[in-house]
C-alpha cells in the first residue's frame, strides 16, 4: 500500500522548493502526493470597474450607456484563483507524475492554515507531511512561530522540513 505524503504549499517559491527533495528521499513507486496549495479566502472586491475602452453610446451627459459597474462575489474570485492556481500547477504535477508519482491537488481557502491541515491529514489518513520552513532559532523563535512549529505541536505524525537557503 502506498503512502501518503500531504506537500503544503502557497504561492511562494520558497513552498515550493519541498519538491525536489520530496524526489530526492521518497521513491514514486512507494509514494502519493497531495498537493495541499492553501491561501485566504476572498473577500469579494466589490464592483468591477467598467470597460470605457469600447464604442459605447454616449447618454446626454457623456457617460457611456454601457458597461456598467458590476458585484465581484467571493465565489466569484475563489473560482478565478482556483483556475490560476491549478494551471500554475499543472507543469509541477504533470512533472512529477513523469517521474512515476501519484499526484492529485487540493486547493483550499481558510484563514487558520494550521487547523485546515491537521483536518486534512485526519480526514485523509496521511503518513506524512513535506514542507519547507524557515524555521527560527533562539531569541527569532520566540518571537516567529513558523506554521511548521504549529503543525508539529498538533499533528502524531512525521514532518519531513526542508531549510532551503532563499
Given amino acids: 500500500m502506498m503512502k501518503k505524503i500531504l506537500v503544503p504549499l502557497n504561492r511562494s517559491s520558497f513552498s515550493h522548493k519541498i519538491l525536489t527533495e520530496i524526489e530526492k528521499f521518497f521513491p514514486a513507486e512507494e509514494y502519493q502526493l497531495t498537493l495541499y496549495y492553501i491561501t485566504k479566502p476572498p473577500k469579494g472586491s466589490g464592483f468591477a470597474a467598467p470597460d470605457y475602452r469600447s464604442d459605447y453610446a454616449l ?12 458585484p465581484v462575489f467571493p465565489s466569484q474570485e ?5 483556475s490560476e492556481v491549478e ?3 499543472l507543469p509541477i504535477v504533470n512533472e512529477l507524475k513523469e517521474k ?11 484563514d487558520e492554515v494550521t ?7 485526519r480526514r485523509d489518513k496521511i503518513d506524512l507531511i513535506a514542507m519547507s520552513t524557515r524555521a527560527h532559532i533562539g531569541v527569532k523563535r520566540f518571537f516567529f512561530d513558523d ?3 504549529r503543525v508539529l505541536k ?13
Fill in 154 to 166: 498538533r499533528v502524531d505524525i512525521p514532518l519531513f522540513l526542508v531549510y532551503p537557503e532563499d
Fill in 115 to 121: 487547523r485546515e491541515i491537521v483536518r486534512i491529514v
Fill in 100 to 110: 512515476g508519482y501519484k499526484t492529485s491537488t487540493q486547493i483550499c481557502f481558510v
Fill in 78 to 82: 475563489e473560482d478565478s484563483i482556483q
Fill in 147 to 149: 506554521l511548521a512549529q
Fill in 87 to 89: 494551471i500554475a500547477l
Fill in 59 to 70: 447618454e446626454a451627459d457623456g457617460e457611456p450607456m454601457g458597461p456598467k459597474a458590476y
